[in-house]
């Protein structure tokens, strides 16, 4: 993506195979935010694809949808904007302490992106963002610089 920096990632240090994404910030666009795909591992026409020469193209072809989330620019701001959030039952979900998701334990992105991370155990991605980006993993490879 043009323009934006990497601040960190989440997920899998294999993203696209296994499930993760990357922290964003630009300045003309704002920020930050977080990416997250679920991983080709977990979508079913990749298994259905199988081996051979063009096995590779068929699964660059694959359109997948892409989850983007702002993070706010700080704790306080980011814990407004998700106010429907039960941090509570988060907690309890993933064995951590309430006290992780206070405003002063998400100074910054990285943190903001683990809480969304562990938000979405219990909500799902798709509570965060009702409309993800639709493309290709070929254009998802491009967009995050990977291959």
């Known amino acids: 993506m043009r323009g ?3 601040l960190g990632s989440i997920g899998d240090v294999n993203p696209i195979d296994y499930g993760g994404g990357y922290i964003f910030s630009a300045p003309e666009v704002g920020g930050p935010w977080v990416e ?3 991983g080709l591992d977990s979508d079913d026409r990749v298994s259905r694809i199988g081996y051979g ?3 590779d193209e068929k699964i660059d072809a694959l359109k997948v949808e892409l989850y ?4 706010g620019k700080d ?3 980011f814990l407004r904007d998700y106010d429907w959030v039960d ?3 988060v ?3 993933t064995g951590q302490d309430p006290s992780a998701y206070a405003p002063g334990k998400l100074r910054t992105a990285q943190q903001r992106a683990l809480a969304v991370q562990d938000a979405t155990s219990l909500h799902g991605w798709h509570n965060f963002d009702s409309y993800p980006l639709q493309m290709t993993v070929a254009e998802l490879r491009e967009r995050w610089g990977v291959k």
Do not use: C, M, Q
């Open 87 to 89: 941090w509570e039952d």
């Open 4 to 6: 934006a920096r990497k």
């Open 36 to 38: 997250y795909f679920e």
């Open 91 to 93: 907690a309890a979900t």
């Open 75 to 77: 704790g306080p701001d």
């Open 53 to 55: 020469e063009d096995a």
């Open 68 to 71: 983007r989330v702002d993070l």
